[in-house]
């Protein structure tokens, strides 16, 4: 049957598992991650998509604690809202706050996660599922644009791309929210400091727990740079295997 045969085919296309980049391009990728969060200009541009993380986050944790998902706007200054009704304090306000600051970072683990078993294909398919999802929750106009617009790369380069440039596109992807993780965190504090962010998560979590603003920044940063050092292990595989090493 035309259409069974093409269900497995697609299935077997996602679930396949490619060859080991090139040791070389893993390093490359890494560099080019680096000095997108690094420098002015590209990290404004490139910091929508941690801003798509971040607010998925929130929509996400929010749901599975049982609030009700109101909408979520992301803005051209890469800035975002994620609106949820129910009880404003208790565990799933808490844990809905929370997961804001750490998404990019868990998304970047879990990418890493795939990477290190090549699949690449799969990496990509779940990045446009969960684009799309998204998607029927934006609630402004530049939102449905930066989802189409990112959800629309990550298909045509996993359509259309070579194998060779998919892994490119997935090792860098996958680096960028790692290392990106990391700078929200930084730049929180730095605002937090000069008294701009007054209604900044981390404050709004100190004021539904015993613990102050600080605590939490340093609770973004630490789970940040440990999902860094685990992502980085898995991402480096084919250059460990290279070595003669395994993780």
């Not at 590209?42 to 009700?68: C, D, F, M, Q, S």
């Not at 997961?99 to 799969?122: E, F, H, K, M």
């Not at 404050?203 to 102050?212: E, H």
Request: hydrophobic share 55%.
């Amino acid at each position: 049957m035309p259409l069974l045969d093409g269900l497995t085919t697609i299935w077997d296309k996602l679930m396949s598992a490619q060859p080991d980049p090139p040791p070389l391009l893993v390093l490359l990728t890494a560099v080019v991650a680096v000095v997108v969060v690094a420098t002015r200009l590209p990290w404004r541009i490139a910091r929508n998509a941690v801003t798509i993380a971040h607010e998925g986050g929130h929509a996400l944790v929010a749901l599975l604690t049982g609030r009700k998902l109101r909408g979520i706007r992301l803005h051209s200054d890469t800035s975002g809202l994620t609106l949820s009704a129910g009880r404003p304090t208790g565990p799933g306000m808490i844990l809905t706050l929370l997961a804001g600051y750490v998404a990019p970072s868990l998304v970047g683990l879990a990418g890493a996660w795939l990477l290190a078993g090549n699949r690449i294909t799969l990496l990509l398919w779940v990045a446009v599922a969960l684009l799309l999802a998204m998607l029927v929750m934006i609630r402004n106009v530049f939102g449905v644009l930066s989802l189409l617009v990112t959800g629309g790369v990550v298909l045509a380069v996993s359509w259309y791309a070579s194998p060779q440039v998919q892994a490119a596109f997935a090792w860098t992807s996958v680096w960028f929210l790692l290392l990106g993780g990391v700078r929200p965190v930084v730049e929180l504090q730095r605002l937090r400091s000069r008294g701009r962010m007054p209604q900044s998560d981390a404050d709004q979590l100190a004021r539904l727990t015993p613990f102050p603003p600080l605590f939490w920044v340093g609770v973004f940063m630490l789970v940040s740079l440990a999902t860094l050092a685990v992502g980085a292990l898995l991402l480096a595989g084919p250059i460990l295997t290279d070595a003669g090493l395994t993780i």
